[in-house]
């Protein structure tokens, strides 16, 4: 059994359910607990903990009903504005159970107290996993809704420096879209192309658009490539600073 269910949920959510040990479970990002638990007990499994990426309701809906129902732990960055939220997380903060290790990978900018949490790779998972939440898309990445871009900018570089065959779990299939816009950028950026027929594939088949990998985010993915000579070209930014090609993406992104 493959020890990772994508759930899709709200239209464009995910939710990322992972089984470990004999009959043990996390989940993500749970916004919906009847998915969850529907699950849960097809496969007799027993969640011990809830993973928040960020406060937004589409991302913990579900969470204090799954806390209730199965008397796990809610663990996130926020201690204010995640209700039920029992550990509070901070940047560098491995969280262990059983043979799992999880890092705690801060990154504000979408909001100030958004976090990913990374898996490295083990028996299970051989590329390790990151999930993003809402801070880095397939192909683009979150507004930035309580930071400046730098910010943003800085958090998006931590993850563009995990190791390239890291699968990319995110919080909302955006996928599309976001490779359409990344083509407005980029019209010759053949990896675009590619990954964009795919997930217009994906999606006809009914099929979800992830996982990604952090090296197809690094070819096709332009907020991870504010850096990159094409991209400061297309903006006729040649000399401006990479957080200001970033930023000017961003600009561009949220009116796209
Ligand atoms: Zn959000």
């Known amino acids: 059994m493959d020890p990772l269910f994508i ?4 239209g464009d959510n995910f939710i990322y359910l992972y089984s470990f040990g004999q009959n043990s479970a996390l989940v993500i990002d749970p916004s919906d607990s009847s998915l969850v638990l529907r699950i849960i ?8 903990m809830i993973l928040i990426t960020h406060h937004h309701w589409d ?3 579900g969470a204090v009903e799954l806390k209730r129902k199965t008397g796990c732990r809610i663990i996130g960055g926020d201690k204010q504005r995640i209700s039920g939220i029992d ?5 560098g903060q491995v969280v262990r159970a059983d043979s799992i290790r999880i890092q705690v990978i801060a990154t504000p900018g979408h909001t100030r107290t958004s976090v990913c949490y990374y898996m490295p790779p083990s028996n299970d998972n051989k ?8 801070t880095l898309f397939v192909g683009g990445c979150g507004r930035i809704l309580e930071c400046d871009a730098e910010v943003m900018w800085n958090s998006l570089n931590k993850l563009a420096s ?3 065959q890291t699968l990319v779990y995110c919080g909302h299939d955006y996928t599309v879209e976001n490779y ?12 675009v192309k590619q990954y964009l027929k795919r997930a217009k594939q994906a999606q006809k088949e009914g099929g979800p658009t992830v996982p990604s990998t952090i090296q197809q985010e690094r070819l096709t993915n332009p907020f991870l490539r504010a850096d990159a000579p094409e991209i400061e070209e297309a903006l006729h930014m040649t000399n401006a600073r990479p957080v200001e090609v970033f930023a000017e993406l961003r600009r561009q992104k949220d009116v796209f």
């Not at 759930?7 to 709200?10: F, M, N, Q, S, V």
């Not at 550990?87 to 940047?91: A, G, P, Q, S």
């Open 59 to 61: 991302h913990i809906a």
């Open 162 to 164: 995990l190791p390239e």
């Open 87 to 91: 550990d509070v997380v901070y940047d």
């Open 180 to 191: 359409e816009f990344a083509l407005t950028i980029e019209p010759n950026n053949e990896a």
């Open 41 to 48: 007990e097809k496969h007799k499994l027993s969640l011990t």
């Open 127 to 134: 590329n390790g996993i990151v999930w993003t939440g809402d």
């Open 7 to 10: 759930i899709p949920a709200l």
